[in-house]
């Protein structure tokens, strides 16, 4: 059986620029996270927001902090570091969970909705078209109504 994400058409075939555009973004989180753990970690330590003195950090080279300071203390920035990167990359999964549930493929109707749309006896005189795996059709009991009469030799 196959899923139901690959049973549905999609209309847009995928290239490589939401690929990029994600990688972009991972990049971007992994970066800023990166710098708040490291302004957290200085806080910790008592430098204050900006932290030793040193050249203006930009986003790419914002571990400064970590090669000027002492042994004790780039335990502290790194372990900042871990943490907010860990929760940066959870969130982004979490948004990406979130986003992909509202936007994807909503797949199967649940059993009561199916009742309340089909109606019980629709489901039921149908159901060995629904899920024939479960319920065989029986060849010496025509239904009736033409759908669920095997085809002739």
């Known amino acids: 059986m196959t899923p139901v994400r690959t049973q549905r058409r999609d209309p847009y075939p995928w290239t490589w620029e939401p690929a990029v555009g994600v990688a972009c973004g991972l990049l971007l989180i992994v970066l800023l996270a990166a710098r708040a753990g490291e ?3 200085l806080r910790l330590l008592g430098h204050g927001p900006a932290g030793p003195p040193t050249p203006a950090p930009t986003l790419a080279t914002s571990l400064t902090a970590l090669a000027s300071a002492t042994p004790n203390d780039r335990a ?4 900042c570091v ?3 990167e860990a929760v940066a990359l959870a969130a982004a999964g979490w948004a990406a969970y979130q986003v992909a549930q509202a936007i994807g493929p909503s ?4 059993t009561p909705q199916a009742r309340h749309v089909l109606g ?3 489901l039921r005189r149908h159901r060995s078209i629904i899920r024939p795996d479960l319920h065989h059709r029986s060849r010496t009991t025509p239904t009736g109504n033409g759908h669920d009469d095997p085809p002739s030799s």
Not at 76 to 79: A, D
Not at 107 to 110: E, I, K, Q, T, V
Request: charged share 5%.
């Open 120 to 122: 019980l006896g629709r």
């Open 39 to 41: 302004q957290v970690a």
């Open 76 to 79: 502290v920035i790194v372990g």
């Open 82 to 84: 871990i943490v907010a």
């Open 107 to 110: 797949g199967f109707a649940s």
